[in-house]
């Protein structure tokens, strides 16, 4: 079964292999600011939640200024697009959810969500209304699990970990359809860079490095013309 997914769901198939490694992949100890190893692992976890901190900025700080730069002409406003939905647009936010995706504080698994989709559609969807009309969210939608995935080097270093958010599935379900107006409206409006490639549906850094290639080739073949003449 697992061989037969390795094409349509490759990490199906790896996460069956990993399962029969003998490798354990839990953090057993981690170095301290003065190199002093720590396996308690409250304190690991502080150790972690200090090193996650120290690389993000603080939205809220003075030090932060705000770019500086020409509003672009916007063709359509964004009164225009609505953030309203109907439970077809939950239904199609909900069958982009990984079967396998983790679930996140509110512990919803996504099996659960997938499998009840047509009888769960109108709650989440007046959730929203109701999130929208009051402008709030529910505090533990706003929760997520932190959890460190090694990146390179030593794994007794905090700063090769970096961290992953588990969050809720509903807030993502959520997350999904105010991205697709959000980026319709940008995209309609022609705001981003022609050069901007991530992020961006259609584009990659395939697309990227033949843009640029078509750049260099095209400088070659100016400057070879003119040496011609």
């Avoid at 079964?1 to 029969?20: C, D, L, T, V």
């Avoid at 909900?94 to 509110?106: N, Q, T, V, W």
Wanted: some cysteine; aromatic content about 10%.
């Amino acid at each position: 079964q697992a061989i037969g997914k390795i094409k349509s769901n490759p990490k199906f198939f790896y996460s069956y292999a990993k399962s029969f490694s003998q490798i354990k992949s839990d953090i057993s100890m981690l170095f301290d600011k003065n190199k002093n190893i720590v396996t308690d692992k409250s304190e690991m976890a502080n150790i972690l939640q200090e090193q996650f901190s120290s690389v993000y900025s603080d939205p809220n700080s003075p030090n932060i200024v705000s770019p500086e730069f020409d509003c672009p002409e916007v063709k359509t406003p964004f009164s225009e697009y609505s953030l309203s939905f109907t439970d077809s647009d939950i239904l199609d936010s909900i069958k982009e959810i990984k079967l396998d995706s983790a679930s996140g504080p509110d512990g919803i698994p996504a099996v659960l969500l997938k499998s009840c989709s047509a009888e769960l559609c109108k709650p989440i969807r007046l959730i929203w209304e109701e999130s929208m009309a009051t402008g709030t969210v529910p505090r533990f939608y706003k929760e997520a699990y932190v959890a460190p995935l090694y990146k390179k080097e030593s794994r007794a270093e905090p700063v090769n970990y970096r961290p992953v958010s588990l969050t809720s599935h509903i807030m993502k379900t959520y997350e999904r359809i105010v991205r697709k107006v959000m980026v319709r409206y940008i995209e309609d409006n022609e705001i981003l860079s022609k050069k901007q490639h991530g992020f961006r549906s259609g584009r990659s850094c395939l697309t990227q490095m033949l843009s640029h290639f078509d750049d260099i080739l095209l400088g070659l073949t100016n400057g070879f013309a003119r040496t011609l003449r």
